[in-house]
C-alpha cells in the first residue's frame, strides 16, 4: 500500500536534493569553461595555481547557492493545486491544477538508490516545457503524490464516464495471459513501484543485443564525428596549435590526397566504434526494461545505473505508431511510440515507448488503445502515382550532383558511377509508393508506409484536433491534396491524394469529431 501523506502543508525535498542540486549547478558552470581543462593540463605550469583558485571559488558558490536553493523551495496542494514555490533573490511561484497534469515521472540514479530517493518530473499540456521538477524525495513520498495526482484525474474520469463518453478499454484482468508465473514472481522486486500493474513484457538480454544491433549506427558516426570535430577546434583555439599538420605527420602524408587511403581504414573503424557505442547506450538506457500495463495506462521501468519510470496514461494516448528497421524485421521485432498530449514532445530517455517488443505486446497495445479495432470494417487506399516523381526528386538528382562534385578531385573519370544512384532512387521511390496503403472504418484510421525503415500508425477520429488539406509546389487545387489529421500529441499526414477524396475524408472526420461525444484525452 502507498502511505498516507497530507500535501495541504509546505513540503521540502530530502536533504539529499542538495546533493544533486550541487551537481547540477557544478555541471553547468563545466560545460561553460570545459575547454580550459586542456590548458591546465598542457599549459605553462604557473597558470595552474590560478585556475585551482578560480574553481575553488565556483565550487564554494555553487555549494552555498546549492544550500539556499534546498531551504527556498517548498510544494504543496492546495484547492485541488500543485503548488512549486522556489527561488533565492528571485522568488517564484508555479500553480498546477491536478487534473491538468499529464504525467509524473520517476528517475533512480546511482546515488538516487544510495540515499533511497527518486527525481520526479511532473509534465503538464499546455507549456512549452515540463513543469517542474524534484531533484530528490523519498519513493513513499513520490508514490504518494502520484496517487494524489491520479485520484484527481479518476474523479474527473468518473464524472465523463457517468455522462456515456468514454468507450471501453482492456481491463488488467484481460492481458494476464502475456505474463508468465516465473515473471509474476520477478515483478514483486521491482525497484520501483508496481502496486495494481500487470507485466506484460521484459526485455531478456538478448532481445536488447537484437534493440541495439538494429539500431541507426549511422546516426552515431555522426554524433562522434560532431564532437571530436568540435573539440579538435576549441583545443586548437586553446592551445595555439595546428592539428591538421600534427595529423599529416602522425600518418606520414605531406597533402590531403594521401587521405583518402587512410578514410578506407578510419571509415570501418568508426563505424565498429558507433556499433559498440551504441550497444552500449541501448544497455545503459533499456537494461531490464519492463512494460506494466496499469489500471491507468502503461508504465514502463528501465535502466542499468539510472532506472526510470514513465507512464502513458491511456485517454491522453493520441495514437500508437510503430516501425521496423530490415535487421527488426529480420528479428520479428518491431518499435512502438505511444504519443501523449503534452506540454513537450517525449523523446530521447524519457520517450513512452517501446524500443523493441514481438507482436503479442504490440497487439495488446492496439487492443488497448482501440478496443474496437479487430470489429471494425477497413476500406483500404492507395496514393497517386504522381509520388513517385515527388519521391524521386527528393532523394535522385541532388544526392547525385553533391557526390560527383566532392569525389571529383579523387576518382577522377570515375566519378560518373554516383549517377547510377538516378536509377536506385527511381527504383525505390516506385516501391515507397506501391507499399503506401491507408485504411479507413467509421471510427478510426490505419496507415501503413515505407521501403527500408517501415512506419504504422492507428489513430481513432476522437483525438482529431482538426484536419487540414494543402496542395504543394508541384500540385495544384484541381490535382493532388495532402491530407493532414492534427492531434495533441503530433500530426498524421497522407500524401498527395485527389481533391475530392481529400475534401470527402476531411467532411466525413470533421462529422465524426463533432458528433462523437468522447474526450480526446
Known amino acids: 500500500m502507498t502511505e498516507q501523506h497530507s500535501f ?35 599549459g605553462k605550469k604557473g597558470n595552474i595555481s590560478g585556475f585551482t583558485i578560480f574553481f575553488l571559488g565556483l565550487a564554494l558558490v555553487s555549494a552555498t547557492m546549492s544550500l ?12 485541488g493545486e500543485l503548488v512549486l514555490e522556489k527561488g533565492v533573490f528571485r522568488k517564484s511561484k508555479i500553480t498546477v491544477p491536478l487534473e491538468r497534469i499529464q504525467t509524473v515521472n520517476f528517475k533512480q540514479n546511482i546515488l538516487h538508490q544510495v540515499f533511497n530517493v527518486v527525481a520526479v518530473d511532473i509534465d503538464t499540456a499546455g507549456s512549452s516545457a515540463k513543469e517542474f521538477s524534484l ?35 482492456t481491463p488488467v484482468s484481460d492481458m494476464g495471459s502475456l505474463q508468465s508465473n516465473d515473471e509474476a514472481h520477478e515483478s514483486q522486486h521491482s525497484q520501483l513501484s508496481t502496486v495494481n500493474s500487470q507485466l506484460i513484457f521484459h526485455l531478456r538480454p538478448l532481445d536488447l543485443v537484437k534493440i541495439g544491433a538494429s539500431q541507426n549506427h549511422f546516426r552515431t558516426a555522426g554524433i562522434i564525428m560532431a564532437f571530436f570535430l568540435g573539440f579538435a577546434d576549441d ?86 505508431e510503430w516501425s521496423s528497421s530490415p535487421l527488426m524485421r529480420l528479428f520479428k521485432m ?9 506540454s513537450v514532445e517525449m523523446t530521447g530517455k524519457l520517450s513512452v515507448g517501446l524500443p523493441g517488443c514481438y507482436e503479442p505486446q504490440l497487439t495488446a497495445v492496439r487492443a488497448a488503445y482501440f478496443p474496437e479495432e479487430s470489429e471494425q470494417t477497413w476500406t483500404r487506399h492507395g496514393i497517386a502515382g504522381f509520388n513517385i516523381w515527388l519521391r524521386f526528386l527528393t532523394i535522385g538528382p541532388l544526392p547525385s550532383l553533391v557526390l560527383v562534385l566532392i569525389t571529383k578531385s579523387w576518382l577522377g573519370a570515375w566519378v560518373h558511377i554516383w549517377w547510377a544512384w538516378l536509377l536506385l532512387a527511381a527504383l525505390l521511390a516506385w516501391q515507397w509508393q506501391r507499399t503506401w496503403y491507408w ?16 512506419k504504422s500508425v492507428l489513430l481513432q477520429w476522437h483525438k482529431v484536433q482538426s484536419v487540414s488539406t494543402h496542395w504543394g509546389f508541384f500540385s495544384s487545387p484541381t490535382g493532388r491534396s495532402k491530407l493532414s489529421f492534427y492531434t495533441a500529441a503530433g500530426v498524421v499526414h497522407i500524401p498527395y491524394i485527389s481533391v475530392a477524396m481529400a475534401a470527402a475524408m476531411q467532411d466525413f472526420v470533421l462529422y465524426k469529431v463533432e458528433t462523437d461525444e468522447r474526450e480526446w484525452m
Open 235 to 320: 583545443l586548437e583555439q586553446a592551445m595555439g596549435i595546428d592539428l591538421e599538420k600534427k595529423l599529416n605527420w602522425w600518418l606520414g602524408t605531406t597533402d590531403g590526397s594521401d587521405l583518402l587511403n587512410w578514410l578506407f581504414i578510419g571509415i570501418p573503424f568508426l563505424l565498429f566504434v558507433s556499433f559498440v557505442g551504441t550497444l552500449f547506450r541501448t544497455v545503459l538506457q533499456y537494461f531490464d526494461l519492463r512494460f506494466w500495463r496499469t489500471e491507468r495506462g502503461f508504465k514502463i521501468v528501465s535502466g542499468l545505473f539510472t532506472r526510470q519510470e514513465v507512464s502513458a496514461i491511456l485517454t491522453k494516448i493520441q495514437y500508437v
Open 439 to 454: 485504411h479507413v472504418s467509421e471510427e478510426g484510421l490505419r496507415a501503413e508506409w515505407g521501403v527500408w525503415q517501415r
Open 8 to 42: 495541504s502543508q509546505p513540503t521540502r525535498q530530502s536533504p539529499a536534493a542538495i546533493v544533486f542540486i550541487l551537481g547540477r549547478v557544478l555541471r553547468m558552470l563545466i560545460r561553460q569553461v570545459w575547454y580550459i581543462i586542456p590548458i591546465l593540463l598542457f
Open 135 to 169: 531533484h530528490a524525495i523519498s519513493k513513499p513520498l513520490a508514490e504518494a503524490l502520484r496517487e494524489e495526482v491520479g485520484r484527481s484525474s479518476t474523479v474527473r474520469q468518473s464524472v465523463v464516464d457517468s455522462q456515456g463518453g468514454v468507450g471501453s478499454s
Open 334 to 342: 518491431v518499435k512502438v511510440r505511444l504519443p501523449q498530449a503534452s
Open 68 to 79: 539556499l536553493n534546498y531551504f527556498k523551495l517548498y510544494f504543496y496542494i492546495k484547492d
